[in-house]
């Protein structure tokens, strides 16, 4: 699995960004969103239920992420045209303010090393990247057990901070003084 100071793997994957597309889905890469932090997280399936908890948990912290200077990218193996149904019937995901990818042939999460062994889907990950495209955080869940989109945000204000981040530390909060 990749990890810490590991460069995040290009990728051109397509992508749902709207309740209707017309047969026309962005194709999106890592090279987007220049100059930005960039938060990845990875989801099992569409249509289940611990997943979509998770998309809107990153929907209700969403502005939060973008004044951070963070783009938020949901993934799965499920095709462009699954998220566009998960999308449109499911009501906590109708108004998704950020880009779900289709890692249909399962190029993206093979290479993070993300794919459960047997269920051959992707693990609950999470990836926070630095403007260079470095891995500067990962988690990974279990399949029955969703994030805490709180801790990711807290994560990333910790490594924005570019100070020594004791336990439970927050921002507003003093650094560790290693002097």
Known sequence: MLTIGDKFPSFNLKAVTKN?????????????????W?????WPKDFTFICPTELMGFDELYQEFQKRNAQVYGCSTD???AHLAWRN?????K?????????IKKELSDHL???HHHEGVCLRATYIVDPEGTIRH???????VGRNTEEILRILD???????????WKPGEAHINAA
């Open 79 to 81: 095709s462009e045209y």
């Open 95 to 103: 108004n998704l303010p950020y880009p779900m990818l289709s890692d």
């Open 138 to 144: 990962v988690s990974v869940n279990d399949l029955e």
């Open 20 to 36: 209707n597309h017309d047969n026309d889905f962005p194709v999106l890469n890592e090279k987007d969103q220049q100059g930005k």
């Open 89 to 93: 019937n499911h009501p906590g995901l």
């Open 158 to 168: 910790g490594l924005q901070s570019k100070g020594l981040c004791g336990c439970n």
């Open 38 to 42: 960039k938060v990845y997280f990875f």
């Open 113 to 115: 090393g993300i794919l």
